[in-house]
T-cell receptor, first 115, second 116 residues
Framework: AQKITQTQPGMFVQEKEAVTLDCTYD???????LFWYKQPSSGEMIFLIY??????QNATEGRYSLNFQKARKSANLVISASQLGDSAMYFC????????????FGTGTRLLVSP | DTGVSQNPRHKITKRGQNVTFRCDPI?????LYWYRQTLGQGPEFLTY????????KSRLLSDRFSAERPKGSFSTLEIQRTEQGDSAMYLC??????????????FGPGTRLTVL
């Protein structure tokens, strides 16, 4: 079964600096994808970025980029030029056994951005 | 383009009561999902609809839980005879199934249930 591991319960970063949030995964599928979501204190899960296992280039969306290392089964999220509004929980996720109909999430990393 | 909406946002109930939550997906999305999130954890999948058909249910979805999507648009999640262990955030998501592998789920703000 698919499994997502996020080993950093909390991370601190100063405003305008870059930060990397770790995610490792376990799957026997040959074709899969990795998602990152942001969850502010309001509770809504906000989609940030997606990377497919066969995508050759690392995905980027504005200040978010995904450092995808397939051999190491890691899909770390890099946030450049952190902003105060980036303070939130961040979850890594991937499709479960039945494909994209079910996402399996990690336990999340709480990011705190300080002025 | 409105996002996924959920009502109510908060619900406090006494143990043993029934509760019902509603989710309105993004209008053109044909897939709808329910997840449950407890404190300190990531969301856990409960069930999924493609149009009006409920195609998958998690083992987490006990007999006290029932979900419907009668016309393939909004969905309801009912919990009967609530227990304190049902206290959680209930998240709804929707997606548009595409021919390719990417099927991004967009989430609503959630309904926070507290069972006293």
């Amino acid at each position: 079964a698919q499994k997502i591991t996020q080993t950093q319960p909390g991370m601190f970063v100063q405003e305008k600096e870059a930060v990397t949030l770790d995610c490792t995964y376990d799957t026997s599928d040959q074709s899969y994808g990795l998602f990152w979501y942001k969850q502010p204190s309001s509770g809504e899960m906000i989609f940030l970025i997606y990377q497919g296992s066969y995508d050759e280039q690392n995905a980027t969306e504005g200040r978010y980029s995904l450092n995808f290392q397939k051999a190491r089964k890691s899909a770390n999220l890099v946030i450049s030029a952190s902003q105060l509004g980036d303070s939130a929980m961040y979850f890594c996720a991937m499709p479960g056994d039945t494909g994209f109909q079910k996402l399996v999430f990690g336990t999340g990393t709480r990011l705190l951005v300080s002025p | 383009d409105t996002g996924v909406s959920q009502n109510p946002r908060h619900k406090i109930t006494k143990r043993g009561q029934n509760v019902t939550f509603r989710c309105d997906p993004i209008s053109e999305h044909n897939r709808l999902y329910w997840y449950r999130q407890t404190l300190g954890q990531g969301p856990e999948f409960l069930t999924y609809f493609q149009n009006e058909a409920q195609l998958e249910k998690s083992r987490l979805l006990s007999d006290r839980f029932s979900a419907e999507r009668p016309k393939g648009s909004f969905s309801t999640l009912e919990i009967q005879r609530t227990e304190q262990g049902d206290s959680a955030m209930y998240l709804c998501a929707s997606s548009l199934s595409l021919a390719g592998p990417t099927d991004t789920q967009y989430f609503g703000p959630g309904t926070r249930l507290t069972v006293l």
